[in-house]
């Protein structure tokens, strides 16, 4: 055992006194406080490994780390090591065609990993690497228990008792044989070092002296002195004077041995029945004393030195409530990193600073989520909701409940606001005013809500009155004195969608209303709607808005189809744009600010952050920009609409794979270095590399593999290898840790690896010298003897190589010649294949770019010489439901489906017009020269020759429809200039959209208004 101050062992020692005197005068039995309700959801973040991580197999019996920094799983299916990056399994060998399960594993401080196997006895890994059986143990005794003895070896428990084991064998203890050891514990007893020792039916015993005489003491703790059960699992000292109470984990629950009670955890005061194991003493970021235990049935239990204990389950992020093994690692209350072992989930993480995810598991409706935020409900309490496509759920009672009554309770709720004694709720099925003992229903049914489905809704009131805003697909309305009317907008036609609703200050400051629409911005004042100022926003379209304020300046974070913008407001309404090479990938769909003025958005791929010097300076100064993936526990890169940031500075986001959540406080900050190990270094032909090494003439290749062992956002350390001694050699920082040197000159070297953490703290670099012999013939005496001999050559060969020299040139010329047309010709068909779709055999968007200039300036011309009416049109054309037939049909029918769509389209195509393979499932087709009044003729003729007829692919008939968004350049006759073809072709994809919007296998024209752009759906019949 490891060495204990002087004042340890006195407290131990007294402990262990204190305790056999209780035992013997039977304590009493006290039952321990209730589990405390949870109210406010408090999750974990957690990162999961698992078989698609290198994992072996996801039961997770024992974990361990060794003094080298390495982690290790015992799975059952062998032993797992974790290098900070993936998993890689260590064999062990099978008995009669079995493979081992590893029930334990414990590190000593020799540096090695005992392994404790079901069914092939006790193995040992060194500090080298090296796995050995360890004699002495009957190969058909399964290991239940394994406990370090320092540097000495282990103890291990059997079913026959307990073992003294080393390097050289194990040996039984004969006063244990009768013993079905099951978990050990090492302590100071009345007379010195003690072993207790947990049976699997027998309760808890006590060995005085383990490594001399070893004598069994006259002392029991079982059932019937108050245990829960006697089947031990756990034991551990914490808590209590001098930190010394014992605790207890049982089949049924868990008990605390102090010098006065035995406060016991089970059924009766409400704790979780099953398994109580293992039991890990910890501690809090914040360095706050507490002792973790796993339980098989109910998650995680978190037990404070008062006594009061804390459950974490599925609930609060757990993949699954059944946790096997525990185990901690780092030095800093900060940096410490929580590793739990779970039954069929593999091994999970907790990371601070990581994104957790809640889906149907943790009690959510569903996945797919469109609304979150914190609400007053009619009932006086504030808690989260969120909104699913099955539902909304308030969190109550540490669950998640649902709170609307039937038939209504399955209705999808966007937003929730609170207006007095009623909460309004924008939901797919209309607007819904929630109170204590009532529930009103507005529809388009029974009222005059413009559209069914309502994104968002706000209370305010005026000087006309208290008014209800209501932001549906088809416009604004207004609710004042129980009736709704349609409010009609300075925006497209009127009523476009209304995604957003804000109360925020205008440019006199005081509370306006703000809309967001699909067609631009726009706020109530006193003289009515007003916009901001033109070409303020960078597109029309607008997709979220959200309010930022520091109590002086106040600014609107606008996200479009076309970026994000800041708008500023009290006082002149001005707009700040995001940098356009700052702008996030994919689409954006929604924002939020948290409590540091960081903006978060959240789109198609996934979650970036932007942090600024000012987030509400007149000039945006970008400090930093995370991108957040998968690896940063997002449950999938696709989100909706639907964020909060609560009260204590969390973020929430709800997308197409569950509730993401983040907590900003909890991100760690830079610690000391971790360790950096050598994964391998040696030559191509298999040298190993090592400081002082010579190479061999012409073994000049070398590789090297290298592992950070830092274990908080793994994902952003970075590695560098330089060989000093290489000329003209820069590395640069990357992700990868493998690293080769190939065809190096003879010489002498030093290979240097080095790494740095998440925090940009740098460890300890590896540095192994070596040198390269050179060979033979670069020696200086062999050098001296072809100097030698090469001159007299010289003048030998010098009349020859003359001669030689004419003849090869004029052959070289001849081959020149050649070549210079078969180099021609293979330009001419690489052109060809560049400009050219493999699939369809259409053109492609380069061939697209090439042909386009020329056409766009004559249409260009011709509109401004009066012909008006003459226009490229643009059909933008899209399989429908595409994704279907390939799942359905597979992936050889999909690629059939796009050929015969191409082929159709030919058809349709006039001589001289552009049909072309626009990506995916979409085709464009570019008609030259055609007139306005005919786009919309042209559209149905295409959509009728691909849906009227079947296709048929050996098969059965397979019906195929696509929709086409349609749009004429120049767009604006009257002003031809003002928009780009590559406005026409946004427009024509904004018109697909709304196709398939409107139900598919139709057509929709955009068209050019002076108000704003309008959608013209073109009918089957014209």
Same mark, same amino acid.
């Given at each position: 055992?490891?060495?204990? &101050?002087?004042?340890?062992?006195?407290?131990?020692?007294?402990? =262990?006194?204190?305790?056999?005197?209780?035992?013997?005068?039977?304590?009493?039995?006290?039952?321990?406080?209730?589990?405390?309700?949870?109210?406010?959801?408090?999750?974990?973040?957690?990162?999961? *490994?698992?078989?698609?991580?290198?994992?072996?197999?996801?039961?997770?019996?024992?974990?361990?780390?060794?003094?080298?920094?390495?982690?290790?799983?015992?799975?059952?299916?062998?032993?797992? #090591?974790?290098?900070?990056?993936?998993?890689?399994?260590?064999?062990?060998?099978?008995?009669?065609?079995?493979?081992?399960?590893?029930?334990?594993?414990?590190?000593?401080?020799?540096?090695?990993?005992?392994?404790?196997?079901?069914?092939?006895?006790?193995?040992?890994?060194?500090?080298?690497?090296?796995?050995?059986?360890?004699?002495?143990?009957?190969?058909?005794?399964?290991?239940?228990?394994?406990?370090?003895?320092?540097?000495?070896?282990?103890?291990?428990?059997?079913?026959?008792?307990?073992?003294?084991?080393?390097?050289?064998?194990?040996?039984?203890?004969?006063?244990?044989?009768?013993?079905?050891?099951?978990?050990?514990?090492?302590?100071?007893?009345?007379? @010195?070092?003690?072993?207790?020792?947990?049976?699997?039916?027998?309760?808890? *015993?006590?060995?005085?002296?383990?490594?001399?005489?070893?004598?069994?003491?006259?002392?029991?703790? @079982?059932?019937?002195?108050?245990?829960?059960?006697?089947?031990?699992?756990?034991?551990?000292?914490?808590? !209590?004077? !001098?930190?010394?109470? &014992?605790?207890?984990?049982?089949?049924?629950?868990?008990?605390?041995?102090?010098?006065?009670?035995?406060?016991?955890?089970?059924?009766?005061?409400?704790?979780?029945?099953?398994?109580?194991?293992?039991?890990?003493? $910890?501690?809090?970021?914040?360095?706050?004393?507490? +002792?973790?235990?796993?339980?098989?049935?109910?998650?995680?239990?978190?037990?404070?030195?008062?006594?009061?204990?804390?459950?974490?389950?599925?609930?609060?992020?757990?993949?699954?409530?059944?946790?096997?093994? &525990?185990?901690?690692?780092?030095?800093?209350?900060?940096?410490?990193?929580?590793?739990?072992?779970?039954?069929? $989930?593999?091994?999970?993480?907790?990371?601070?600073?990581?994104?957790? =995810?809640?889906?149907?598991?943790?009690?959510?409706?569903?996945?797919?989520?469109?609304?979150?935020?914190?609400?007053?409900?009619?009932?006086?309490?504030?808690?989260?909701?969120?909104?699913?496509?099955?539902?909304?759920?308030?969190?109550?009672? !540490?669950?998640?409940?649902?709170?609307?009554?039937?038939?209504?309770?399955?209705?999808?709720?966007?937003?929730?606001?609170?207006?007095?004694?009623?909460?309004?709720?924008?939901?797919?099925?209309?607007?819904?005013?929630?109170?204590?003992? $009532?529930?009103?229903?507005?529809?388009?049914?029974?009222?005059?809500?413009?559209?069914?489905?309502?994104?968002?809704?706000?209370?305010?009131?005026?000087?006309?009155?208290?008014?209800?805003?209501?932001?549906?697909?088809?416009?604004?309305?207004?609710?004042?004195?129980?009736?709704?009317?349609?409010?009609?907008?300075?925006?497209?036609?009127?009523?476009?969608?209304?995604?957003?609703?804000?109360?925020?200050?205008?440019?006199?400051?005081?509370?306006?209303?703000?809309?967001?629409?699909?067609? !631009?911005?726009?706020?109530?004042?006193?003289?009515?709607?007003?916009?901001?100022?033109?070409?303020?926003?960078?597109?029309?379209?607008?997709?979220?808005?959200?309010?930022?304020?520091?109590?002086?300046?106040?600014?609107?974070?606008?996200?479009?189809?076309?970026?994000?913008?800041?708008?500023?407001?009290?006082?002149?309404?001005?707009?700040?744009?995001?940098?356009?090479?700052?702008?996030?990938?994919? #689409?954006?769909?929604?924002?939020?600010?948290?409590?540091?003025?960081?903006?978060?958005?959240?789109?198609?791929?996934?979650?970036?952050?932007?942090?600024?010097?000012?987030?509400?300076?007149?000039?945006?100064?970008?400090?930093?920009?995370?991108?957040?993936?998968?690896?940063?526990?997002?449950?999938?890169?696709?989100?909706?609409?639907?964020?909060?940031?609560?009260?204590?500075?969390?973020?929430?986001?709800?997308?197409?794979?569950?509730?993401?959540?983040?907590?900003?406080?909890?991100?760690?900050?830079?610690?000391?270095?971790?360790?950096?190990?050598?994964?391998?270094?040696?030559?191509?032909?298999?040298?190993?590399?090592?400081?002082?090494?010579?190479?061999? %003439?012409?073994?000049?290749?070398?590789?090297?593999?290298?592992?950070?062992?830092?274990?908080?956002?793994?994902?952003?350390?970075?590695?560098?290898?330089?060989?000093?001694?290489?000329?003209?050699?820069?590395?640069?920082?990357?992700?990868?840790?493998?690293?080769?040197?190939?065809?190096?000159?003879?010489?002498?070297?030093?290979?240097?690896?080095?790494?740095?953490?998440?925090?940009?703290?740098? %460890?300890?670099?590896?540095?192994?010298?070596?040198?390269?012999?050179?060979?033979?013939?670069?020696?200086?005496?062999?050098?001296?003897?072809?100097?030698?001999?090469?001159?007299?050559?010289?003048?030998?060969?010098?009349?020859?190589?003359?001669?030689?020299?004419?003849?090869?040139?004029?052959?070289?010329?001849?081959?020149?010649?050649?070549?210079?047309?078969?180099?021609?010709?293979?330009?001419?068909?690489?052109?060809?294949?560049?400009?050219?779709?493999?699939?369809?055999?259409?053109?492609?968007?380069?061939?697209?770019?090439?042909?386009?200039? =020329?056409?766009?300036?004559?249409?260009?011309?011709?509109?401004?010489?009066?012909?008006?009416?003459?226009?490229?049109?643009?059909?933008?054309?899209?399989?429908?439901?595409?994704?279907?037939?390939?799942?359905?049909? @597979?992936?050889?029918?999909?690629?059939?489906?796009?050929?015969?769509?191409?082929?159709?389209?030919?058809? #349709?195509?006039?001589?001289?017009?552009?049909?072309?393979?626009?990506?995916?499932?979409?085709?464009?087709?570019? +008609?030259?020269?055609?007139?306005?009044?005919?786009? %919309?003729? =042209?559209?149905?003729?295409?959509?009728?020759?691909?849906?009227?007829?079947?296709?048929?692919?050996?098969?059965?008939?397979?019906?195929?429809?696509?929709?086409?968004?349609?749009?004429?350049?120049?767009?604006? #006759?009257?002003?031809?200039?003002?928009?780009?073809?590559?406005?026409?072709?946004?427009?024509?994809?904004?018109?697909? *959209?709304?196709?398939?919007?409107?139900?598919?296998?139709?057509?929709?024209?955009?068209?050019?208004?002076?108000?704003?752009?309008?959608?013209?759906?073109?009918?089957?019949?014209?």
């Amino acid at each position: 055992m490891r060495p204990l &101050l002087r004042l340890e062992q006195w407290c131990i020692g007294f402990a =262990a006194l204190a305790l056999s005197a209780l035992a013997a005068a039977a304590v009493p039995r006290v039952d321990g406080p209730a589990p405390v309700a949870r109210e406010r959801l408090d999750w974990i973040a957690l990162r999961r *490994y698992s078989t698609a991580d290198g994992l072996p197999q996801n039961t997770i019996n024992a974990l361990a780390q060794d003094r080298e920094g390495f982690v290790y799983a015992g799975t059952e299916d062998s032993l797992a #090591q974790f290098d900070g990056r993936r998993w890689t399994r260590l064999g062990l060998p099978e008995r009669a065609g079995v493979r081992p399960f590893v029930t334990r594993l414990v590190s000593t401080d020799d540096g090695a990993l005992w392994i404790g196997t079901d069914s092939v006895g006790l193995w040992r890994r060194d500090a080298d690497g090296r796995i050995e059986a360890v004699a002495g143990l009957p190969l058909d005794l399964p290991l239940e228990a394994l406990l370090a003895r320092g540097e000495q070896g282990v103890y291990a428990g059997t079913p026959r008792g307990v073992y003294r084991c080393g390097r050289d064998g194990c040996q039984g203890i004969a006063a244990t044989s009768a013993l079905e050891a099951a978990v050990l514990l090492a302590g100071e007893g009345p007379s @010195g070092a003690a072993l207790w020792i947990g049976t699997n039916l027998a309760g808890l *015993y006590r060995l005085d002296d383990p490594e001399g005489k070893a004598v069994l003491a006259d002392w029991h703790l @079982g059932k019937a002195d108050g245990l829960p059960s006697n089947a031990i699992r756990s034991l551990a000292f914490w808590g !209590g004077a !001098g930190g010394r109470d &014992l605790w207890i984990g049982t089949g049924r629950g868990l008990a605390r041995l102090g010098t006065d009670s035995l406060v016991v955890y089970d059924a009766r005061s409400g704790f979780p029945e099953g398994t109580a194991a293992p039991l890990l003493p $910890s501690r809090e970021r914040d360095g706050t004393p507490l +002792l973790r235990v796993g339980l098989a049935r109910s998650g995680l239990a978190e037990v404070r030195e008062d006594g009061q204990v804390r459950l974490i389950t599925r609930a609060e992020g757990l993949p699954e409530d059944a946790v096997l093994s &525990l185990l901690e690692t780092g030095g800093a209350d900060m940096h410490r990193v929580l590793w739990l072992g779970t039954t069929s $989930s593999g091994v999970v993480r907790r990371e601070p600073g990581h994104w957790a =995810a809640l889906d149907e598991r943790h009690g959510l409706p569903h996945r797919v989520v469109f609304g979150v935020g914190s609400a007053v409900f009619p009932d006086g309490v504030e808690s989260p909701w969120i909104g699913t496509i099955e539902g909304p759920a308030r969190w109550m009672g !540490g669950a998640w409940q649902r709170f609307l009554p039937k038939p209504y309770e399955r209705s999808t709720v966007f937003a929730m606001r609170r207006d007095g004694t009623t909460l309004w709720l924008a939901s797919d099925q209309g607007l819904f005013g929630l109170e204590r003992a $009532s529930i009103r229903h507005f529809s388009v049914d029974n009222s005059g809500l413009p559209g069914l489905t309502v994104l968002d809704v706000a209370a305010q009131d005026t000087h006309q009155g208290h008014i209800v805003w209501i932001a549906t697909r088809h416009g604004l309305a207004r609710l004042e004195q129980g009736t709704i009317t349609p409010e009609p907008l300075p925006l497209g036609s009127g009523s476009p969608t209304v995604r957003k609703l804000l109360l925020a200050p205008a440019n006199d400051r005081q509370e306006r209303l703000w809309v967001a629409t699909t067609a !631009g911005l726009a706020w109530r004042g006193d003289e009515g709607w007003q916009l901001p100022p033109r070409n303020c926003l960078p597109s029309a379209e607008l997709l979220d808005m959200q309010l930022h304020s520091d109590g002086a300046r106040h600014a609107l974070w606008v996200a479009s189809r076309g970026g994000i913008v800041r708008v500023d407001l009290g006082g002149e309404i001005r707009c700040v744009w995001l940098p356009a090479a700052a702008r996030p990938a994919g #689409q954006t769909y929604q924002q939020a600010i948290d409590a540091h003025g960081r903006l978060y958005v959240f789109g198609s791929s996934g979650v970036t952050r932007y942090v600024f010097a000012d987030p509400l300076a007149a000039e945006l100064e970008l400090r930093d920009v995370t991108h957040f993936g998968l690896e940063d526990g997002l449950p999938g890169l696709e989100f909706n609409r639907a964020s909060h940031v609560d009260a204590q500075g969390r973020v929430w986001a709800g997308g197409v794979d569950g509730l993401a959540l983040y907590d900003p406080a909890q991100e760690s900050t830079a610690g000391p270095p971790s360790p950096l190990r050598l994964r391998l270094a040696a030559t191509e032909r298999g040298t190993p590399l090592k400081s002082g090494t010579v190479l061999a %003439a012409g073994d000049d290749s070398v590789r090297a593999e290298v592992a950070l062992l830092a274990y908080e956002r793994p994902q952003e350390i970075r590695y560098n290898a330089e060989l000093l001694g290489l000329r003209d050699h820069s590395p640069e920082w990357s992700s990868g840790s493998r690293f080769q040197f190939s065809r190096l000159p003879p010489g002498d070297y030093t290979l240097r690896l080095r790494a740095r953490d998440a925090f940009a703290v740098e %460890a300890e670099p590896i540095e192994i010298p070596f040198h390269l012999r050179a060979p033979w013939w670069r020696t200086s005496a062999a050098l001296v003897a072809f100097g030698l001999g090469l001159l007299a050559l010289g003048v030998l060969a010098g009349r020859w190589r003359s001669a030689a020299l004419a003849r090869r040139a004029q052959r070289l010329q001849q081959e020149v010649t050649l070549r210079t047309r078969e180099l021609a010709e293979a330009n001419r068909r690489l052109e060809h294949a560049s400009l050219t779709d493999p699939l369809t055999g259409l053109g492609n968007r380069r061939h697209f770019l090439q042909q386009m200039p =020329a056409e766009r300036a004559r249409a260009l011309r011709r509109c401004e010489d009066g012909e008006h009416d003459h226009a490229l049109g643009l059909l933008l054309v899209d399989c429908d439901h595409f994704k279907r037939i390939n799942d359905t049909h @597979g992936h050889a029918v999909g690629d059939a489906v796009l050929v015969e769509i191409a082929a159709r389209l030919r058809q #349709q195509a006039r001589d001289g017009d552009l049909l072309l393979r626009w990506g995916g499932e979409e085709f464009l087709l570019v +008609l030259r020269d055609t007139d306005r009044a005919g786009l %919309a003729g =042209a559209a149905l003729r295409v959509l009728s020759s691909i849906a009227d007829q079947p296709f048929v692919f050996a098969v059965e008939p397979l019906r195929v429809t696509c929709s086409l968004g349609a749009c004429a350049y120049p767009f604006a #006759q009257n002003a031809p200039t003002v928009h780009s073809l590559d406005d026409c072709l946004r427009l024509a994809d904004a018109a697909l *959209y709304q196709a398939k919007h409107r139900g598919r296998d139709r057509a929709v024209l955009a068209a050019f208004e002076p108000g704003g752009n309008s959608w013209i759906e073109i009918p089957r019949k014209i």
